[in-house]
C-alpha cells in the first residue's frame, strides 16, 4: 500500500478542506441560516454536487479502467474530453439562458418569487460545473502517473477566491455578498485549470493530449469509447450516492423551517472533511494500482492492499465517528457561532452533524471496497447497490422530515450509507471481509475506540461548561 502517496493525497485535501472552513465561518458570519444563505446554497448546490461526483472518483473510476486498457491513450483521452466540454458548454449555455426551471427543481418548496431571486445565482454558479469537469480531467491524468498532490490541493484555489470576495464584500447587504460569492465560484475554477494545466506541462505529460489531438483522425478507438460510455454512466450513479442523497435531503429541506438548508449545508462540510481526507484519499490512490493488478491478473497484490486499508480507514474513521459526535457543540460553537450565526443555529447544526456521522464509517468503507467493482469492470453491479441505498435515504427521508426535521433528513442518509456498505461487501465477497474482520486487530480496534470514548467524553463535559 502507498502510504507516501495516500498521506501526500490527505495532506492536500486537508489543506483544502481547512480553508474550506475557514471560507464557511465566514460565510456563516456574514450570512448566517438566512434566506440569502440558502439562496446560495441551492444555486452552488448542483455544480457542487457534479464536483465532488466528478472530483472525488466518480469519473475517474470510470475512465482510468478504459484509459489504462486502451492501446491510443492520447487519441481516446482527446475524444472524451471533446464529447464531455461539448456537451457540458451547450448545457450551461442553456441554464444561462433558462434559469428557473432547473432552480425550481433545486428548490421545490420555495416561492415563485424566491426562486426568481435565486435563479441568476443559479446561472453563474452553474459555470462553474464545466471548469471542474476540465479540473478532474487533468487530474486523471495525473493519476495516471501517480501525481496526486495538485488535484488534492486546488479545491484550496476555489475557497481562497471565495474568501477574498467575502473579505471584500463582508460589510455589503447579503445580496451582494451571495453575487459575489457566485462571482469567485468561477474564478477560483479558472485557477484550478491554470493549476493543473501548468503540473500538466511540468511533467511532460501535455504530449499525450497535445499527440491524441493529432492524430485523432488516424487511429480507431471507436470500440473503447463504446467500453467507456458501458462503464460512464453506472459509474457515476454508483459514486454519487452519498452526493445524490445530500441534494435531494436541500430539495425536501426547502419545505422545512428557514435555516434548514444552511444547517444541512454546514454539518455536511464538517462530515465531508474525514471522509474526504481518510476514505477519499485513499481510495484515490489504490484505484490506479488495484486496476493495473487485476488486469493483470495478479489479485493477491490487489487483496493485501484492501487488507492495510481496511484498517487503517476503521480506525481513523471510527475515532472520527466518535469524536465528531461526542464533541459536535464545542466544534460548531467554536467555527460559526458568531456575527450572524446563534446559538439556537448552532443547536441545530449540531443534530445534523451527529446524524451524518452516524454514516461516516460505512460510506468510507465502501469507497473502498467498491475499488475492486470498477476496477474489475462492475460499474452496473455497483450502480444497482447504489439505487438500493439511494432509495433507502428517500424513503426514511420523507418518513422522518416532519418529525425530525433537518436531522430526520441526514439521518436517513446514514442509513442508506449502511446499505450501501453491506451489499458492497456481500458483492465483493462476505468471506474475505469475515477474515479481515476476525484478524486480531479488532480487538485492539475495540479496546482502543472504548478508550477514546471515555476520553472525549470526558473532554465534552469541559468543554461544554466552558461554552455555555
Same mark, same amino acid.
Given at each position: 500500500m502507498k502510504l507516501k502517496s495516500i498521506f501526500t493525497n490527505s495532506f492536500g485535501i486537508l489543506f483544502s478542506r481547512v480553508t474550506g472552513l475557514g471560507r464557511d465561518v465566514l460565510m456563516a458570519s456574514a450570512l448566517g441560516a438566512s434566506v440569502w444563505s440558502d439562496m446560495f446554497?441551492?444555486?452552488?448546490?448542483?455544480?457542487?454536487?457534479?464536483?465532488?461526483?466528478?472530483?472525488?472518483?466518480?469519473?475517474?473510476?470510470?475512465? +482510468?479502467p478504459s484509459f489504462v486498457a486502451s492501446s491510443h491513450k492520447g487519441v481516446f483521452a482527446t475524444a472524451i474530453f471533446l464529447r464531455f466540454l461539448l456537451?457540458?458548454?451547450?448545457?450551461?449555455?442553456?441554464?444561462?439562458?433558462?434559469?428557473?426551471p432547473i432552480t425550481k427543481l433545486m428548490a421545490w418548496g420555495w416561492s @415563485?418569487?424566491?426562486?426568481?431571486?435565486?435563479s441568476p445565482l443559479t446561472a453563474i454558479n452553474f459555470w462553474y460545473l464545466?471548469?471542474? %469537469?476540465?479540473?478532474?480531467?487533468?487530474?486523471?491524468?495525473?493519476?495516471?502517473?501517480n501525481h496526486f498532490a495538485t488535484t488534492a490541493m486546488s479545491t484550496a484555489l476555489l475557497n481562497i477566491a471565495m474568501i477574498a470576495a467575502l473579505y471584500i464584500y463582508m460589510k455589503e447587504e447579503p445580496k451582494t455578498v451571495a453575487y459575489a460569492l457566485s462571482f469567485a465560484v468561477l474564478i477560483g475554477g479558472v485557477l484550478q485549470v491554470i493549476a493543473h494545466l501548468v503540473t500538466l506541462q511540468r511533467l511532460h505529460l501535455h504530449k499525450i493530449l497535445l499527440g491524441g489531438y493529432k492524430y485523432r483522425k488516424t487511429k480507431d478507438v471507436e470500440a473503447e469509447k463504446k467500453q467507456f460510455?458501458?462503464?460512464?454512466?453506472?459509474?457515476?450513479?454508483?459514486?454519487?450516492?452519498?452526493?445524490?442523497?445530500? %441534494?435531494?435531503?436541500?430539495?425536501?429541506?426547502? %419545505?422545512?423551517?428557514?435555516?434548514?438548508v444552511s444547517y444541512l449545508f454546514y454539518a455536511n462540510r464538517l462530515f465531508q472533511l474525514p471522509l474526504a481526507i481518510i476514505a477519499i484519499a485513499t481510495a484515490t490512490v489504490l484505484f490506479p494500482s488495484v486496476s493495473k493488478a487485476l488486469k493483470n491478473h495478479?489479485?493477491?497484490?490487489?487483496?493485501?492492499?484492501?487488507?492495510?486499508?481496511?484498517?487503517?480507514?476503521?480506525?481513523?474513521?471510527?475515532?472520527?465517528?466518535?469524536?465528531?459526535?461526542?464533541?459536535?457543540?464545542?466544534?460548531?460553537?467554536a467555527l460559526f457561532e458568531r456575527g450572524k450565526f446563534t446559538q439556537t443555529q448552532t443547536l441545530e447544526t449540531v443534530r445534523v452533524l451527529q446524524m451524518y456521522l452516524f454514516g461516516l464509517l460505512p460510506f468510507g468503507l465502501a469507497k473502498l471496497f467498491s475499488l475492486f467493482l470498477y476496477a474489475s469492470h462492475r460499474h452496473l453491479r455497483a450502480a444497482k447497490i447504489a439505487l438500493y441505498s439511494l432509495i433507502t435515504s428517500?424513503?426514511?427521508?420523507?418518513?422522518? +422530515?416532519?418529525?425530525?426535521?433537518?436531522?430526520?433528513?441526514?439521518?436517513?442518509? @446514514?442509513?442508506?450509507?449502511?446499505?450501501?456498505?453491506? %451489499?458492497?461487501?456481500?458483492?465483493?465477497?462476505?468471506?474475505?471481509?469475515?477474515?479481515?474482520?476476525?484478524?486480531k486487530k479488532s480487538i485492539y480496534f475495540l479496546l482502543s475506540m472504548v478508550l477514546f470514548w471515555a476520553l472525549l467524553y470526558w473532554l465534552n463535559t469541559f468543554l461544554i461548561t466552558l461554552i455555555r
Open positions: 446554497f441551492v444555486a452552488f448546490k448542483l455544480p457542487n454536487l457534479f464536483r465532488r461526483i466528478f472530483a472525488e472518483g466518480a469519473f475517474t473510476q470510470a475512465f +482510468m456537451f457540458l458548454t451547450a448545457f450551461s449555455l442553456l441554464i444561462t439562458l433558462f434559469p428557473e @415563485s418569487e424566491l426562486i426568481a431571486q435565486t464545466d471548469l471542474i %469537469f476540465i479540473v478532474t480531467f487533468l487530474g486523471t491524468i495525473l493519476q495516471y502517473k460510455s458501458t462503464l460512464f454512466l453506472p459509474g457515476i450513479l454508483g459514486n454519487s450516492t452519498p452526493q445524490v442523497s445530500a %441534494f435531494i435531503d436541500t430539495i425536501l429541506a426547502t %419545505f422545512l423551517a428557514t435555516g434548514s495478479n489479485e493477491t497484490l490487489a487483496y493485501q492492499n484492501l487488507n492495510q486499508a481496511f484498517w487503517l480507514l476503521t480506525f481513523l474513521l471510527g475515532a472520527a465517528t466518535i469524536g465528531g459526535i461526542i464533541l459536535a457543540e464545542p466544534i460548531i460553537w428517500v424513503v426514511l427521508s420523507l418518513l422522518f +422530515m416532519h418529525p425530525l426535521g433537518a436531522s430526520g433528513l441526514a439521518l436517513a442518509g @446514514s442509513i442508506g450509507g449502511w446499505v450501501l456498505f453491506v %451489499f458492497t461487501v456481500k458483492e465483493v465477497g462476505t468471506a474475505r471481509f469475515v477474515e479481515i474482520v476476525w484478524a
